[in-house]
């Protein structure tokens, strides 16, 4: 402790000779871990993020006010270049919506719409629900489909492969005729909380777009047990859900410029988007702050790399990545001198290390600069999948880096009212900008880049 705080004043006191230190990259890592451990501000930013702005749908009012907020801090941070970069986002609004078990006896559900499903008739739409457990058992009953309500009470197995019935649910309902589509929350967690997130619809016109929504696991689960038992199940669901014409919205960048090749260009993001329920605190305000506060970090240290360091947050990473991909666009000219892009969306869980999408060389030198970070438990590299907003980097040959935390309670939280601020544990969130500010160090002033 006596260290760390000496090295902090030390810091504080003489933070421009800091700047043109001659120490090796590890030990400077080490410090930066130090300084950063020392910190606490990284959980006040989150929680002033989630009390200004709130929930921050793509197109939403909240969610500007969000970039302002972002502009605001990343300015006082001292950061260099901060800006809006404009991106047109899609406008889907939720409206009052509700449903209703009306037999076998009346009684609300927790639901909740998902995203970008359109609305009912006003009124709602009352029908008989067909109880599935998978889109087989759809298949096999689909003479039952027509008119129905179908409920997808498919269990846990895993994101990857559970979300498919969020996301191509209503399509396989309507193609037997179904009214709606209704699916068991996407989540291990058996609790009351419904969570929501994109869904999707047949791009022809052969297919009726129904409306989708999530119930709560445990609703599901009773509505399936009622079916089994040969009771009548009948809801009544009412969505104002509406697509609005797109608006203007903004990227939000900021930059710690390089003192030897500000050309070249490292980038650590987050998406600033959430969905309306919750807070998005883990989802992904989280990323944003450890993306904003490493490299603040850095600055209040004094530090200034070989390399520019550039924090982007993304808009609409949740309904269709128009800010990756506008950013990939816009910056189409300057890619070639991307020599790493880092996302952070895996929430503010223990941190565990980075995946990477590039080639072998890419990994086995990541798995070389993260090496000091063994003492955070932070130091695996494996190639995996770097990010979605980043994604649209990876024609240009950019190494991409997904940054992991320990987040086997994530879905618990992800795309649900309970994401939300008390979720997000101050240490772990403080040690998570730990080792993306250190990682962040190594890239930006190695001698040789990453790719």
Same mark, same amino acid.
């Given at each position: 402790?006596?260290?760390? #705080?000496? #090295?902090?004043?030390?810091?504080?006191?003489?933070?421009?000779?800091?700047?043109?230190? !001659?120490?090796?990259?590890?030990?400077?890592?080490?410090?930066?871990?130090?300084?950063?451990?020392?910190?606490?501000?990284?959980?006040?930013?989150?929680?002033?993020l989630c009390d200004v702005a709130g929930p921050r749908l793509s197109g939403s009012a909240?969610?500007?006010?969000?970039?302002?907020?972002?502009?605001?801090?990343?300015?006082?941070?001292?950061?260099?270049?901060?800006?809006?970069?404009?991106?047109?986002?899609?406008?889907?609004v939720r409206g009052d919506e509700s449903a209703w078990l009306l037999e076998p006896h009346?009684?609300?559900?927790?639901?909740?719409?998902?995203?970008?499903?359109?609305?009912?008739?006003? @009124?709602?739409?009352?029908?008989?629900?067909?109880?599935? !457990?998978?889109?087989?058992?759809?298949?096999?009953?689909?003479?039952?489909?027509?008119?129905?309500?179908?409920?997808?009470?498919?269990?846990?197995?895993?994101?990857?492969?559970?979300?498919?019935?969020?996301?191509?649910?209503?399509?396989?309902?309507?193609?037997?005729?179904?009214?709606?589509?209704?699916?068991?929350?996407?989540?291990?967690?058996?609790?009351?909380?419904?969570?929501?997130?994109?869904?999707?619809?047949?791009?022809? *016109?052969?297919?009726?777009?129904?409306?989708?929504?999530?119930?709560?696991?445990? %609703?599901?689960?009773?509505?399936?047990?009622?079916? *089994?038992?040969?009771?009548?199940?009948?809801?009544?669901?009412?969505?104002?859900?509406?697509?609005?014409? *797109?608006?203007?919205?903004?990227?939000?960048?900021?930059?710690?410029?390089?003192?030897?090749?500000?050309?070249?260009?490292?980038?650590?993001?987050?998406?600033?988007?959430?969905?309306?329920?919750?807070?998005?605190?883990? %989802? %992904?305000?989280?990323?944003?702050?450890?993306?904003?506060?490493a490299t603040a970090l850095l600055h209040r240290m004094g530090l200034q790399p070989r390399?520019?360091?550039?924090?982007?947050?993304?808009?609409?990473?949740?309904?269709?990545?128009?800010? @990756?991909?506008?950013?990939?666009?816009?910056?189409?000219?300057?890619?070639?001198?991307?020599?790493?892009?880092?996302?952070?969306?895996?929430?503010?869980?223990?941190?565990?290390?980075?995946?990477?999408?590039?080639?072998?060389?890419?990994?086995?030198?990541?798995?070389?600069?993260?090496?000091? #970070?063994?003492?955070?438990?932070?130091?695996?590299?494996?190639?995996?999948?770097?990010?979605?907003?980043?994604?649209?980097?990876?024609?240009?040959?950019?190494?991409?880096?997904?940054?992991?935390?320990?987040?086997?309670?994530?879905?618990?939280?992800?795309?649900?009212?309970?994401?939300?601020?008390?979720?997000?544990?101050?240490?772990?969130?403080?040690?998570?900008?730990?080792?993306?500010?250190?990682?962040?160090?190594?890239?930006?002033? !190695?001698?040789?880049?990453?790719?």
């Amino acid at each position: 402790m006596i260290r760390t #705080l000496a #090295l902090v004043l030390t810091l504080a006191l003489a933070a421009p000779l800091f700047a043109a230190s !001659s120490e090796p990259v590890p030990v400077v890592m080490d410090q930066v871990i130090d300084a950063a451990l020392a910190d606490s501000s990284a959980y006040a930013l989150l929680e002033e993020l989630c009390d200004v702005a709130g929930p921050r749908l793509s197109g939403s009012a909240n969610y500007e006010l969000a970039v302002e907020w972002a502009l605001e801090r990343m300015t006082d941070a001292g950061l260099a270049n901060v800006r809006r970069e404009p991106v047109t986002v899609p406008h889907w609004v939720r409206g009052d919506e509700s449903a209703w078990l009306l037999e076998p006896h009346p009684s609300r559900l927790t639901m909740i719409g998902l995203g970008g499903s359109v609305g009912t008739p006003p @009124g709602g739409i009352e029908a008989d629900v067909l109880v599935v !457990s998978d889109f087989d058992e759809l298949e096999a009953r689909a003479d039952e489909a027509a008119g129905r309500f179908v409920l997808f009470d498919a269990p846990w197995d895993g994101y990857g492969r559970t979300v498919r019935y969020r996301t191509q649910g209503a399509i396989a309902a309507a193609r037997h005729g179904a009214v709606g589509s209704l699916i068991r929350s996407v989540t291990p967690a058996r609790d009351c909380t419904p969570h929501t997130g994109v869904m999707s619809y047949d791009e022809g *016109d052969t297919i009726p777009r129904i409306p989708a929504a999530a119930l709560a696991v445990e %609703d599901a689960a009773r509505l399936h047990r009622q079916f *089994d038992r040969g009771l009548p199940v009948r809801v009544r669901l009412e969505m104002e859900a509406k697509w609005h014409d *797109d608006v203007l919205s903004s990227n939000v960048v900021g930059e710690l410029p390089g003192r030897e090749s500000p050309e070249e260009i490292v980038v650590v993001s987050g998406h600033f988007d959430s969905w309306d329920a919750g807070c998005g605190a883990h %989802d %992904d305000g989280a990323g944003c702050v450890i993306a904003m506060e490493a490299t603040a970090l850095l600055h209040r240290m004094g530090l200034q790399p070989r390399r520019t360091i550039r924090v982007v947050l993304f808009a609409d990473e949740e309904m269709t990545q128009t800010g @990756g991909k506008a950013y990939a666009a816009d910056h189409a000219d300057e890619l070639a001198n991307h020599v790493a892009a880092i996302e952070s969306d895996s929430g503010a869980f223990p941190p565990r290390g980075f995946t990477v999408s590039g080639d072998s060389l890419s990994i086995a030198k990541l798995a070389e600069l993260a090496a000091p #970070l063994e003492s955070m438990g932070a130091s695996s590299v494996s190639a995996g999948w770097g990010g979605v907003d980043i994604s649209f980097l990876a024609k240009a040959g950019v190494p991409l880096i997904g940054h992991r935390t320990d987040n086997e309670g994530y879905f618990d939280y992800h795309h649900g009212p309970s994401d939300t601020i008390d979720k997000v544990d101050p240490a772990d969130l403080q040690r998570n900008v730990a080792v993306v500010a250190a990682l962040l160090w190594a890239l930006a002033e !190695s001698e040789s880049p990453l790719r």
